[in-house]
């Protein structure tokens, strides 16, 4: 139970009122509420949604701050609906911890008028408001942006704003870092929204950038290649699969981008596990991660700029391979390797050491 008459048996309760008439700016007193005291609580606002809030100078802190969030929110929602605020707002919250805070008004009596009654009047309300949410959204106002984007969702569900509204809180959950979050209601968007093609698209993005962003890095962890790369992997899946079904989306263009870093990073880590092998002379073991990182992540011949390791990643693939049939005694396998290099590329710092490997057999008439 959280409440017992007036007094929470947890986190606070806070409660607010103005005069009917007046404003603005308009004039709000009441109290917050805390298991252990009451405070005496005034604050002002705006026409222009500015809050001041004066708290009794023993209240805990951050008690202030959360009152002036209430009243912004609830500024906000009038002023889209074209009312003043409220006459008096109550609002409990059991866990009322700064990171953990969300501002969801319960307004007992308000001054607000009654939900539009034509469809043209429902859509403007909904614009309207979302459009407030999203100068908060802007101004990188992350909880507030939450709170009033959920408020959208609830007032407005039948219109698109409900919609846009739900990746504007999984958006704000992304710019915190808050990934799993935030992946977690992009993929709930999708399950609810597949008709909706352009934004399922723009989901679908966001969970393949959160993905990447996932990846570890430190200055104080191995080298990248010497790491684990599940995180990776994870990566190169989800931006491959969005590409596989949007490559024309406009996300497409920055998913490339990324695939590109991380081809790059999968191909220097089997390059570097390679040549681990070829140190043991374990030759048949170096051939195998080579040939897989050939086989994987090279570039096909039709296929889209960035959805590969670049061309001098991979001829330094194909160098290794040469070099490891070279010890293996494999000289066709060699040849043909080489051969490869100057046939995608015979100009490059590889090229030339290819060139050097080919003269190399024909002198040994191999």
Sequence with gaps: MGIVGDV??????????????????????????????????????????DVAVELAPNAPEGLAQRARLLLRAAWKHARADDTAPP????????????????????????A????PKTALG????????????????????????????REVKRRYSYSKYARLAELRIADADFEQEKYADATREYKDFIRAHRAEDEEVAYARSR???????????????????????????????QLKSFLADYANAKQAPHMRELLAHVTSR?????????????????????????????????????GPPGEAADGNLMGEALLLLGQTYLKMHKWQSARQAFETILHE??????????????????????
């Excluded at 607000?112 to 939900?115: D, R, S, T, V």
């Excluded at 590329?345 to 080919?358: E, F, M, W």
């Design 345 to 366: 590329d015979n100009q490059s710092p590889i090229a030339v050491q290819a060139r050097g490997y080919l003269d190399y057999l024909r002198q040994r008439g191999v």
């Design 122 to 149: 429902y859509t403007e309300s909904a614009k309207r408001a979302y459009e407030a949410a999203m100068e908060d959204f802007k101004a990188h106002n992350w909880i507030e942006t939450q709170t009033l984007m």
């Design 87 to 110: 006459r008096r707002v109550v609002r409990w919250r059991a866990d009322w911890l700064p990171a953990a805070l969300t501002l969801v008004m319960a307004i007992a009596t308000s």
């Design 266 to 302: 999968l191909v220097h880590h089997e390059l570097y596990v390679a040549r681990f092998y070829l140190a043991k002379d374990n030759f048949d073991a170096a051939v195998s991660r080579i040939e897989y990182a050939l086989r994987n992540y090279s570039t096909p011949a039709t």
């Design 8 to 49: 929470p048996d947890t986190g606070i309760r806070i409660e607010v009122e103005r005069p009917r008439d007046g404003g603005p700016p308009w004039q709000y007193a009441g109290a917050v509420i805390t298991p252990d005291g009451r405070f005496a609580l005034s604050a002002t606002v705006s026409a222009e949604g």
């Design 207 to 237: 969970i393949a950038e959160a993905t990447y962003a996932e990846i570890p890095e430190s200055f104080l962890m191995p080298a990248a290649e010497e790491r684990d790369q599940a995180s990776v992997v994870d990566a190169y899946r």
């Design 112 to 115: 607000c008028e009654p939900p």
